[in-house]
């Protein structure tokens, strides 16, 4: 067994992407971990070291979650008759205000992270509540379980139930003194995030100076944007003055490389061009999209135009589960939508529905991108840190013509947490 934590060395197969349309199966790789770092991948060849693990399935990279929101996974798999603004008011809001109870943030943050590490998700960028030291918690608990998070303290300051909401003033303090006490953790495995909920519970002091504490302590900025019509008009009603709903947020100073915006369903091309001009992350979470009926996003599109930063968000609750790989079927089903609906004769333009591969790149190198830490995560090579899944196919039943890629499709469109047997994050193994 490896001698020190963090030294690991495998044989194994493995899948990955190197870039959205590049993806790639390896067979017999010696990997070795080195401080939780790949230092060298090679081909297998001649005898094994006795320290060696074998592994019999296969290895992936880590998931990432671009989008999930902590609190909200005690609701998650109800309520899903109603759409975005009527949804926050009867079943979230009261939910997440019972966040101020420590205890009770405690036992449900431990079974979230719990949770999605056995489902795979190796780092996700979180949503807690308003609560500043419940948010803590919530970066305590990753730390100590071992998954990554961008941890997110919930603002808002405006349009919230009087039982659920901040003065602008204690919104920012309270921020501040949640993103040094993260950071105080001394942990990398987590970042504070700043978190505007969204424009409409935002006022526009509260926007300029969550845009300062960001830029203050170079932080990743996480909203949500355009993913309802309702929400939408409601935001130009607020916001007159800026072209659009992704004008209000940069016009806040809200809209950079290191912004994430989840959904981005209903975005008109001057948005577009704006959030890739600012290389804003997307997060694509057709799960939520699809149960609170907000609309079809069309990843195709984005690529065509030349995004590179998009991935896949789970957005529990808006969507019912924590999986990233329901979140790829989601993907997949909500690209096939697309692409049904741009055959119709009076459709404008014709998209072609996504592949298995696209929704694997879009949950691991996709993701990690979004979260501008492609540089270490995201697949295996040389130099970038050890996030990994162990896959065993049993209970998937394979015949004598599936090769390495029908083997693969199949695990992507029929496999679960019960095929993820061992979850490493930086060279520890954590499930
Ligand atoms: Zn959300």
């Given at each position: 067994m490896p001698q020190n934590q963090g030294d690991l060395k495998f044989l194994t197969s493995f899948y990955h992407c190197k870039s959205f349309n590049e993806f790639e199966f390896k067979k017999n790789q010696l990997i070795t971990v080195k401080g939780g770092k790949i230092v060298s991948i090679q081909e297998a060849s001649g005898d094994i070291d006795s320290d060696t693990v074998?592994?019999?399935?296969?290895m992936i990279p880590g998931f990432i979650d671009t989008h999930i929101h902590s609190p909200q996974y005690v609701f998650t798999g109800t309520g899903y008759d109603l759409g975005l603004l009527e949804w926050l008011q009867k079943y979230t809001f009261p939910k997440e205000c019972q966040f101020d109870d420590l205890k009770h943030t405690r036992n449900v943050y431990e079974k979230v992270v719990s949770k999605t590490l056995k489902n795979g998700t190796t780092c996700a960028s979180y949503y807690a509540t308003i609560h500043p030291h419940s948010s803590l918690e919530l970066a305590r608990i990753?730390?100590?379980?071992?998954?990554?998070?961008?941890?997110?303290?919930?603002?808002?300051?405006?349009?919230?139930?009087?039982?659920?909401?901040?003065?602008?003033?204690?919104?920012?303090?309270?921020?501040?003194?949640?993103?040094?006490?993260?950071l105080g953790l001394e942990s990398d495995l987590v970042v504070p995030c700043i978190t505007p909920r969204f424009v409409p519970t935002c006022t526009s002091e509260l926007m300029l100076g969550l845009a300062a504490i960001a830029k203050e302590f170079n932080l990743p900025i996480q909203s949500h944007l355009s993913e309802n019509k309702n929400e939408i008009s409601w935001v130009q009603q607020l916001h007159p003055e800026s072209e659009t709903y992704s004008h209000v947020y940069y016009d806040h100073g809200l809209l950079n490389k290191n912004t994430i915006m989840a959904h981005c369903i209903h975005l008109e091309p001057k948005e577009r061009e704006l959030l890739r001009e600012q290389q804003v992350g997307i997060s694509h979470c057709p799960n939520s999209n699809f149960c609170l009926h907000s609309g079809v996003m069309n990843v195709r599109r984005l690529v065509q135009e030349g995004f590179e930063k998009i991935g896949l968000g789970t957005d529990c609750a808006g969507g019912y589960s924590p999986s990233l790989m329901d979140s790829m079927r989601q993907a997949l089903i909500a690209s096939k939508v697309i692409h049904i609906e741009s055959r119709n004769e009076t459709a404008k333009e014709q998209f072609d529905a996504l592949h298995y591969y696209h929704v694997f790149y879009l949950a691991t190198l996709g993701s990690a991108k979004v979260l501008n830490l492609d540089h270490k995560l995201g697949n295996f090579e040389v130099g970038k840190e050890f996030d990994a899944l162990v896959i065993d196919m049993s209970g998937i039943d394979l015949f004598d013509h599936d090769d390495e890629y029908t083997r693969?499709?199949?695990f992507i469109y029929l496999g679960d947490d019960r095929h993820i047997k061992q979850v490493y994050v930086q060279g520890k193994q954590v499930i």
């Open positions: 074998v592994i019999p399935g296969f990753c730390v100590e379980k071992g998954q990554r998070g961008f941890i997110g303290k919930v603002n808002m300051d405006r349009n919230s139930p009087d039982y659920y909401t901040e003065t602008t003033e204690s919104s920012l303090r309270d921020t501040r003194e949640f993103v040094k006490n993260v693969f499709e199949k």
